[in-house]
């Protein structure tokens, strides 16, 4: 019967390498990982802003993802506990960032690399994005272009992903998961009849692994908040 027919694919190509080193990831290291949401008030209400200058198609191409991996590059330069790779049984901290970024392309995932993304304004991050993705999707992507990452950030958001917990990529010890920002609930203040009302406002979900070889949990979850302070407050961090 036609319902018993088997379609057969060789694990070959990018998926086979992907295959190999995500297995070897879970089987070498020490994953945890940590979930936290941030303010997105700003972000949007810059990202509308970028959108809407038509005359400069510079500004209206910067993604919220651009935006994130900025936040990420100028957060990691801070803590390079988390900017690091694991080699041979030796922590090495990097002090500039190389900031890996997942690529979905019909051969599989590629991660190229932003190289000293820290030292880069918010357009120079996103035009050096924009070409390697596209080198990416081309097949055009040279192995010097994936190579020597310090930090990967991957996102789902835009599948309508609320969580998950992202694979490290060897030998860095941590990892970025961007979510979709969906509704969050807050407090406010105490009204006077001394009871609390809640609000809404959009946050964006964010899942950090790491490897707990390299990284403990109080040390992740401080670098986890300070990201999530620099996306709050994003027009500080555009000053700085």
Do not use: W
């Not at 941590?174 to 009204?191: A, E, N, Q, W, Y």
């Not at 490897?211 to 000053?239: M, Q, S, T, W, Y």
């Amino acid at each position: 019967r036609s319902s018993d027919l088997k379609n057969d694919k060789p694990l070959s190509g990018i998926r086979k390498l992907t295959a190999e080193k995500m297995l070897k990831s879970i089987q070498n290291s020490a994953q945890y990982t940590l979930t936290a949401s941030a303010d997105a008030r700003k972000i949007l209400a810059y990202r509308k802003r970028l959108k809407n200058a038509e005359e400069q198609p510079v500004l209206s191409s910067v993604t919220i993802n651009d935006i994130v991996l900025f936040a990420a590059a100028k957060t990691l330069v801070k803590y390079t506990n988390i900017n690091s790779i694991l080699t041979g049984g030796k922590i090495t901290e990097r002090k500039s960032v190389n900031l890996g970024f997942a690529v979905d392309t019909p051969g599989g995932l590629i991660v190229p690399v932003i190289r000293n993304a820290d030292r880069l304004s918010l357009i120079e991050l996103t035009a050096e994005a924009k070409r390697l993705r596209n080198a990416c999707k081309n097949s055009t992507i040279q192995p010097d272009e994936y190579a020597d990452g310090t930090f990967t950030v991957t996102n789902l958001g835009s599948l309508d992903i609320e969580t998950f917990t992202p694979i490290l990529n060897p030998p860095q010890t941590g990892i970025l998961g961007v979510c979709s920002i969906r509704p969050k609930p807050i407090f406010t203040d105490k009204t006077i009849s001394d009871t609390y009302e809640v609000r809404f406002i959009p946050a964006i979900q964010l899942s950090l692994t790491l490897d707990h070889r390299v990284v403990d949990g109080a040390p992740g979850a401080r670098f986890l908040g300070a990201l999530c302070k620099a996306i709050e407050n994003f027009d500080l961090l555009l000053a700085g």
